[in-house]
């Protein structure tokens, strides 16, 4: 079991910034790839971002690329998701998740292949 929460949500304008945390417990945090998905309302969970176990590849949706960077620090046990020159549309509960290690790069989009979720952080731009 891995437990998963997140942190650093909130309301900021358009254009600002904000930091999501997400701190893991349970095994060993280096045995999985991490990724970010959203959920704005009315609408599916979509994938944000995702980084590997190593932190040495990293993946965007093409929405927030450019403007977001996800990292970890497996010392610490956690992911980040530093969020720059934020949109409305960017408004949404933000879910860190984790994903087998070994799960290949182009499967790292998918919600199915992440076994344990967070229970999420409210994210609202205002215009």
């Known amino acids: 079991q891995v437990q998963l929460v997140e942190s650093g949500g909130g309301l900021v304008q358009a254009g600002g910034s904000l930091r999501l945390s997400c701190a893991a417990s349970?095994?060993?945090?280096?045995?999985?790839?991490m990724g970010w998905f959203r959920q704005a309302p009315g609408k599916e969970r979509e994938f944000v971002a995702a980084i590997t176990w190593s932190g040495s590849s990293t993946y965007y949706a093409a929405s927030v690329k450019g403007r977001f960077t996800v990292s970890r620090d497996n010392a610490k046990n956690t992911v980040s998701l530093q969020m720059n020159s934020l949109k409305p549309e960017d408004t949404a509960v933000y879910y860190c998740?984790?994903?087998?290690?070994?799960?290949?790069?182009?499967?790292?989009?998918?919600?199915?292949?992440?076994?344990?979720w967070g229970q999420g952080t409210q994210v609202t731009v205002s215009s």
């Open positions: 349970g095994r060993t945090f280096n045995n999985y790839a």
């Open positions: 998740a984790a994903a087998p290690w070994d799960t290949p790069p182009y499967e790292l989009g998918e919600k199915s292949r992440y076994d344990y």
